[in-house]
């Protein structure tokens, strides 16, 4: 079965920072992996869609790494700004078309 | 684009009522997704339709749930009676293609049940 987690679970940085977030899954057969932002109180955007068969997505400042042999994969935010505060879910869609797995989220919070 | 659509945003009931939660997907996207989202167990899948066909509903908790998918642009997820543990956020999405697609998630409905 396949299990998502995010480490760690909540982080704060001062704003310009660069920051790492982390994704690890247990079963490496997945069609693609995808991180969501999530506002308190709204519903998850797609940020980066990264397929099996890719390294890695890039989106202006988020930048996401695929190791899909150990199972990770990594969303780099560069010079963080406080409009970056929120959760940062990652979810892998396995075998089954439909069943896409998400992790719990990091709630990252950018201080001024 | 309007997006996805989700409606009511909001739904305080008491125990044993019918709750019915709306989705209308993005036009064109032929995948719908019911998720629901509680701060113990996260996000979870709840049941997923292609072509308005249910394809996979092992998500759905009980038989007290169901979700219908009449036409293309509208999708209900009802659960009859209701029970204070489906307190929760639940979210529609949808995609085209669902394998190499990414899921577009609506506002979600907080569902509260006293």
């Known amino acids: 079965k396949q299990e998502v987690t995010q480490i760690p679970a909540a982080l704060s940085v001062p704003e310009g920072e660069n920051l790492v977030l982390n994704c690890s899954f247990t079963?490496?057969?997945?069609?693609?992996l995808q991180w969501f932002r999530q506002d308190p109180g709204k519903g998850l955007t797609s940020l980066l869609l990264?397929?099996?068969?890719?390294r890695e997505q890039t989106s202006g400042r988020l930048n996401a790494s695929l190791d899909k042999s150990s199972g990770r994969s990594t969303l780099y935010i560069a010079a963080s700004q406080p409009g970056d505060s929120a959760t940062y879910l990652c979810?892998?869609?396995?075998?089954?078309?439909?069943?896409?797995?998400f992790g719990k989220g990091t709630k990252l919070s950018v201080k001024p | 684009d309007a997006g996805v659509i989700q409606s009511p945003r909001h739904e305080v009931t008491e125990m044993g009522q019918e709750v019915t939660l709306r989705c209308k997907p993005i036009?064109?996207?032929?995948?719908l997704f019911w998720y629901r989202q509680t701060m113990m167990r996260g996000l979870e899948l709840l049941i997923y339709?292609?072509?308005?066909?249910?394809?996979?509903d092992s998500g759905m908790p009980e038989d007290r749930f169901s979700a219908k998918m009449p036409n293309a642009s509208f999708s209900t997820l009802k659960i009859q009676p209701s029970e204070p543990r489906d307190s929760a956020v639940y979210f529609c999405?949808?995609?085209?293609?669902?394998?190499?697609?990414?899921?577009?998630f609506g506002n979600g409905t907080r569902l509260t049940v006293t």
């Open positions: 079963d490496s057969a997945i069609y693609n």
């Open positions: 979810a892998v869609r396995g075998g089954s078309q439909g069943n896409l797995i």
């Open positions: 036009s064109g996207h032929d995948y």
């Open positions: 339709f292609n072509n308005n066909v249910p394809i996979d």
């Open positions: 990264i397929q099996s068969s890719q």
């Open positions: 999405a949808s995609s085209l293609r669902a394998v190499h697609s990414p899921l577009h």
